[in-house]
């Protein structure tokens, strides 16, 4: 397992190595799908709005500040901003759901 220091960004497997329920968080979002319908928002899957699934608080209880992690690896916003980037672009793109994305 890779040591992060000030100046060393962790990877999505050093983070995934420490919080192996970001591996299965990652399944769930390489799951996620438009479902045939007319209309997707990955926002509001991300954030839970008009009943998405609210991936980002899942991130939350594992990684960056707000987590509930002791490991300060985990702890840190290089860490949320890695598996922030990582999942969210897992996501399918938004399709005609009005939203800015």
């Given amino acids: ?5 000030a100046s060393h960004v962790p990877t999505w ?4 190595a420490r919080e192996p ?3 299965a968080l990652r399944r769930a979002i390489e799951r ?4 045939g319908q007319p209309h997707y928002c990955a926002n509001a899957a991300w954030y839970g709005t008009q009943g998405g699934t609210d991936y980002r608080h899942h991130v939350t209880n ?3 500040w707000e987590s509930r992690r002791p490991d300060p690896v985990l702890r840190s916003r290089a860490a949320y901003d890695v598996v922030y980037r990582t999942l ?3 996501l399918p793109g938004c399709r005609d759901c009005g939203c800015s994305a």
């Fill in 32 to 35: 996620e799908t438009a479902r």
């Fill in 62 to 64: 594992l990684v960056g």
């Fill in 1 to 5: 397992m890779t040591t992060t220091t």
């Fill in 13 to 16: 497997n050093d983070l995934a």
């Fill in 21 to 23: 329920r970001l591996v």
């Fill in 88 to 90: 969210y672009a897992l």
